[in-house]
C-alpha cells in the first residue's frame, strides 16, 4: 500500500481540498462523518441570481431546480465555516426571488456580506461573475482567481477606476486572509509609525508630494505638512450619513483636533455629495487652522468633491489635496488632469497616508454606528 499526502497553506484549504477528493472519488470508508449525521454538502442554485445555502444528502432528492452541489464535507461545522468565511470574500443573496422584485435590502447586505443583488445594486453580470469566482474557489482553484483578479485590478488601476480597483484589492486580501495559514500570516499596521519615525515619514511624504503639488497648485504650503487633515464618510444606504475629520500635527495624530459631522443635505449613499457638504461646513469654521494637505478616502470623485468644496472658499490654491482609493497603493492628486503617484508599499510615506485614512474611516465609523444606537434605542423605547 502507497500512502500520499498533499501539504496545504491552512484549514480552510485542507477542508476544501478534503471535500473535493471525497466528492471525485467517492471513497468506501468516508461515510461516517463526524457530526453522526448525514453528508452536508454547499449548494448553488440555477437562479438568474444564485441563491448559495446548504443541504444534507437525504434532503437533495426533495429539491426542486437546477443546482450546482459541492461536498460533501467531513462535518457541518466545517462545511458552514468554509461558508461563511468564502462570503467574506465572494458576497452573495439568499434572497428569494420574491424579496428581490421587493427591491429591499436584506439582512446581509446591511453586513456587507451581500453584493446588493436584493436592492439592483450589482448587475447580473457583475454577480454571476462572482458566483464563477465562488466556484472555483469551492473546488480548489483559488490561484486561477487571484490571477484574473489581479489582472483585472491592474486593467481598473490603468483606466483611473480606483473604486473598482481598490474593491478587488479588497477581495484579494480576504482571500489571502481566509487562505492563509495564522503563523505564516504577517500583518504591517500602520499604527507602527510611531514617534521619530512618524516625524521621518511626515517629511519625507513632503519631499515626495513636492514636484506634484507644485504642478496641481500654484504654491507650496511653508510648513512640510505641520498639520495634515483627513476625511471619510460612513453610511448605511444613505441613512445615518456622517462626515469625520481628523488632523495629524508634526506627523502624529492629534484627537484633541477630531471633528464630526452628520450630514444633513444628502439622504442617498452618494459619498462625493458628502464629502463636499462636510468639507463646505469645516471651511466655515475660520477659527480652525487651515491644514497644509487633505487626506481623503477614495479617487478621483472624491478629491473633485473636496477640490470643489475648496474653491467655493477660494482655497484650491492654498491646500493640496490627495486621495487614496480604498487600500489600493495609488496615490490621486488633481488640477486639469489627474496625477496618479505609485508608491513602494514599504514607503514610510504611503503608510503615513493609510495611516490617515484608516484612524479617518476609525472615526466616522464609531460616529455613525453611534448614531444607528441612538436610533434603534429610540425605536424600541417607542413601540
Partial sequence: MRLKWTREKSDLEAVLTEAEMIRAHQPKFNIRLKDGKTPLYILIANEEFPRVFTARKTQLPTLSGRRTTFGPYPSAFQAKKV???????????????????????????????????????????????????????????????????EKEMKEAAKDLRFEKAGELKDQLDAILMITQSPSVATWEETAELTDNKQEKARVLLWKTLAPLIARTNSQLPKNPFARIEAYDISNLSGKQATGAMIVFTNGQPDPAQYRRFRIRFTSEPDDPSMLYETLIRRIKHRKWRLPELIVVDGGKAQVKAVKQALATAGLHHRIPVVGIAKRF????????????????????????????????HRFAKGYHTLLRQKEFTSQTQSR
Avoid: W
Fill in 329 to 360: 497603493e495609488h496615490i490621486i492628486l488633481k488640477k486639469q488632469v489627474y496625477h496618479v503617484l505609485k508608491l513602494p508599499t514599504t514607503s514610510p510615506a504611503l503608510k503615513l497616508i493609510m495611516h490617515l485614512r484608516d484612524e479617518a
Fill in 83 to 149: 461558508l461563511k468565511l468564502a462570503r467574506k470574500a465572494f458576497p452573495f443573496c439568499n434572497a428569494s426571488p420574491v424579496q428581490k422584485k421587493r427591491k429591499k435590502a436584506c439582512f446581509y447586505a446591511h453586513l456587507n456580506l451581500c453584493p446588493g443583488a436584493c436592492t439592483g445594486k450589482v448587475t447580473k453580470k457583475e454577480y454571476a461573475q462572482n458566483i464563477n469566482n465562488l466556484r472555483l474557489f469551492l473546488t480548489g482553484k483559488r490561484r486561477k482567481i487571484v490571477k484574473e483578479i
